[in-house]
């Protein structure tokens, strides 16, 4: 009989910013993350601001600089500027070619983001297949929001599909509708983030409302996967960790959506450096982690409520 032909489009490409190994907090087992790159959202407290852009971009490390002046010589857009007090960039003029990190002997200036193909990704998952399948582990895609790279993520979730590897993906839920019920039924699990409760306030913080991000919830555990969503609450000091957002969550996780049990607190941590090397604002006027204390109660009142929690991924 004639083989049965691939749906699999193995040329695919995706722009991804980094793939880690061995992680063991971002789903079952030992897994591997693939960070696609491009998000609707602007969250202030985002730990991963290198993956709101969709394209690539240019990072630079001071403490690695050592002031040879080679950026500088080979811009070919004249964008840098040895001084002083450092490398200058005036990001205006820079087109992030990659030059200067091609050519950089320490590494200071580096790019943010690689195309990939569908293929190319198989091939590097395909290492760890062994601690897959000793774990009960796999892929989670993640970002930035997997969804904005729709159709990568389509055909590398086909392929895992047909090649047995468990899939996971962690996502805002901001999706067209489309889009997310297409691709749900080729997910094993979703890590699906909740921030705020009240719409304005998620307005105000993310740079998006929660509608859509509640009814992409809805949808999905009123499909009967329930079981395969993991709630996953960033802890962020005065603002997702007040007590009326808190009881907003809870409230809405009860009695709208009902049979999602799994919750994952992820305590802040400060990653303004990440903005500085990006050349960013960083918007958040806290840079310590909530409360040892604070983190227990909020785990309590969810515990409290019903809810399997785990702090941390």
């Known amino acids: 009989m004639p ?16 793939v880690q ?25 985002c730990q991963n601001p290198e993956g709101i852009s969709p394209i690539p971009e240019l990072m630079h490390f001071e403490f690695r600089c050592m002031r040879c002046g080679t950026c500088q010589e080979v811009c070919p857009q004249d964008a840098l500027e040895l001084t002083q007090g450092g490398v200058v960039i005036d990001r205006t003029q820079c087109t ?15 790019m943010v983001g690689f195309t990939l193909s569908v293929k190319e990704l198989m091939q590097e998952l395909e290492k760890d297949r062994l601690y897959y399948d000793q774990s009960g582990g796999g892929v989670t895609f993640t970002g930035g929001e997997p ?15 047909e090649l047995g590897i468990h ?26 983030d909740q921030k705020l409760a009240d719409s304005q306030q ?41 007590h009326e957002n808190i009881e907003g969550l809870i409230s809405f996780l009860k009695n ?5 049990r799994r919750v994952d607190l992820l305590p802040f941590h400060d990653v303004g450096e990440k903005y500085v090397r990006l050349g960013k604002p960083y918007r958040m006027p806290t ?16 515990e409290n409520s019903g809810f399997t929690v785990k702090v941390g991924g």
Not at 167 to 192: N, R
């Open 256 to 260: 709208d959506i009902g049979s999602v």
């Open 202 to 242: 998620h307005a105000y913080f993310t740079g998006v409302p929660n509608e859509l991000i509640k009814e992409n919830l809805k949808a999905l555990a009123g499909s009967g996967r329930a079981s395969d969503v993991i709630i996953r609450i960033p802890l962020i000091p005065g603002i997702t960790d007040t």
């Open 3 to 18: 083989q049965k032909e691939s749906v699999v489009d193995w040329n695919a490409q995706g722009t991804v910013f980094d």
């Open 21 to 45: 190994r061995f992680a063991v907090h971002d789903g079952p087992g030992i897994r591997t993350l693939v960070f696609l790159k491009g998000c609707p959202l602007s969250c202030w407290w």
């Open 96 to 110: 992030r070619c990659g030059v200067c990190a091609h050519y950089c002997p320490t590494t200071a200036w580096q």
């Open 147 to 161: 969804f904005m790279q729709a159709r990568f993520l389509q055909h590398a979730l086909k392929a895992c599909k």
């Open 287 to 302: 840079h310590e982690s909530p409360d040892a204390d604070h983190v227990e109660h909020i785990k309590a009142l969810f």
């Open 167 to 192: 899939t996971a993906v962690e996502t805002s839920g901001f999706v067209p509708k489309d889009i997310f019920s297409q691709l749900a039924p080729l997910i094993d699990v979703f890590l699906y």
